[in-house]
């Protein structure tokens, strides 16, 4: 009679684990991938550094009785220190003015920066601007007349000085206000002229 217990109870027990074998395999879920990935945010740097265009204009104008070549270029200049406008960083300029003789030799040559125009700046373009430009405007009696502008690099701004170089027959520079344009400079500032130096 043990043994018949014993045996029921073996097959109770048997069938016990048949029948929980056969739910787990039924109650088995489908494998699902829980691995999610996603990228890691980089943490931005500084914005890279811009600069303007380079550009060159050459042009050719009769000057004391003879025709000479008046060739501007314009480009970037890492060397410089960086201006900063807003959020923004600019390389500054130079601008390199040659002008040369009518059988090609030259008669004056020189690069210029923003440094050679600061006693007519306003701390805030001396410290901020840039050198936007330097074009050839008249030769005039014994003088080659050029536009200068400082100001900000930035191209969707309009805030500069302009300044006008003279060049001499004697290849000696000097610099003033634009009288026409510059109405925020002092009145006892116009029209005084200042050589530039290096």
């Not at 074998?21 to 500084?46: W, Y």
């Not at 050459?58 to 501007?72: M, S």
Request: proline letters at 4%.
């Amino acid at each position: 009679m043990q043994k018949i217990k014993y045996e029921m109870n073996k097959v109770t027990v048997l069938l016990a684990l048949s029948l929980l074998s056969v739910s787990l395999i039924g109650c088995k879920e489908k494998k699902t991938n829980d691995i999610i990935v996603s990228k890691v945010p980089q943490r931005k740097g500084p914005a890279p550094i811009q600069h303007m265009s380079e550009y060159k204009d050459i042009r050719t104008t009769e000057w004391l009785g003879t025709t000479y070549k008046v060739d501007v270029r314009r480009s970037y200049d890492t060397s410089l220190p960086i201006v900063h406008v807003d959020d923004n960083r600019y390389y500054d300029n130079q601008v390199k003015v040659r002008i040369l003789r009518k059988d090609g030799s030259e008669f004056f040559s020189r690069t210029f920066t923003k440094s050679n125009f600061k006693n007519w700046l306003p701390e805030k373009i001396a410290k901020n601007g840039a050198l936007l430009g330097v074009v050839f405007v008249e030769a005039s009696g014994d003088c080659l007349n050029f536009a200068v502008s400082v100001g900000s690099p930035d191209v969707t701004s309009d805030e500069y000085v302009p300044l006008v170089l003279k060049l001499s027959r004697y290849g000696v520079t000097s610099v003033s206000s634009d009288q026409q344009l510059d109405t925020s400079s002092n009145k006892s500032d116009e029209g005084d002229d200042e050589e530039v130096t290096d």
